[in-house]
């Protein structure tokens, strides 16, 4: 049978690697590295380190594979989404069917965590054969974030919500909450609120050397935070960020 384990890597800093992610690290016969193209070719370089740090199995191969790209701008974004996860399924079957003979363990060094906003556990259900999926969880970027502030996430006794810049941006403010945590936001969907009572804590490249984290009151820091967000992303070809915002009232 093959097994697929999903490991969850952490937000760029191998010191946030867990023991159990070591463990079914070397414990793969085969490990698969996609590469996002040369804007993103970071993400690749970091998973390399990773197992140039930690890889002791010297039977365990490695075997990279160019991920399908998803076009933005889809008129359906849920069919878009579909059948993107289909064909980054179909880059995966490919890669092991190349690899191994119908049956072993595979690895996937997955960002943050597989269980959140990540697609690799939807993407790996779509599998022909079905493996049997593992998962060993990671740190993730809502944790980097409050770590890096130094921010407790939720305050005394109320809950908060965990939402897409597209998301805010189409619905504005949650209802019933007062601590809103977005990612996967595209550009800066802050920039739709009512700046009003609004307080942000963002940060980008989380756990990485170009960690750069801001904060304060959203309607005096929001412009200086967008420049440095356009800044960064000319620079790098590439952008990972994320921000919590809570409402003072």
């Known amino acids: 049978m093959l097994t697929l384990s999903l490991i969850g890597i952490g937000c760029g800093d191998p010191g946030q690697l867990t023991r159990a ?6 414990a ?22 990773i197992c140039a740090d930690v890889l002791t199995n010297q039977t365990t191969r490695i075997a990279e594979f160019d991920l399908p790209v998803r076009y933005a701008g889809e008129a359906d ?34 960002w943050g965590d597989p269980s959140l906003y990540d697609s690799s556990l939807r993407i790996a259900r779509r599998l022909d054969p079905l493996p049997r999926i ?20 939720n305050d005394i006794g109320e809950p908060f919500l965990v939402t897409t810049g597209r998301r805010l941006r189409e619905g504005g403010w949650p209802q019933g909450v007062d601590t809103v945590v977005v ?19 963002w940060g980008a490249y ?37 921000y919590i915002l809570k409402r003072r009232l």
Request: net charge negative; aromatic share 4%; with cysteine.
């Open 134 to 153: 593992d998962v060993v969880p990671g740190i993730t970027s809502i944790q980097a974030l409050c770590a890096a502030h130094a921010l407790p996430l």
């Open 77 to 110: 974004y849920h069919k878009g989404v579909d059948d993107w996860h289909d064909a980054v399924a179909a880059a995966w079957s490919q890669t092991i069917a190349s690899q191994l003979e119908g049956e072993g363990k595979v690895a996937l060094l997955i």
């Open 21 to 26: 992610a070591v463990q079914a690290i070397n």
């Open 206 to 242: 989380l756990g990485m050397p170009d960690q750069t984290v801001m904060s304060g009151v959203l309607a005096e820091i929001g412009p200086h935070i967008v420049a440095a967000r356009q800044d960064a992303r000319e620079r790098h070809g590439w952008i990972m960020d994320s």
């Open 183 to 201: 990612m996967l936001d595209g550009g800066t969907a802050f920039q739709s609120l009512d700046p009003a009572g609004l307080h942000i804590w």
């Open 28 to 49: 793969a016969d085969l490990i698969l590295i996609p590469r996002k193209g040369t804007a993103k070719s970071d993400l690749a370089d970091l998973r390399r380190t």
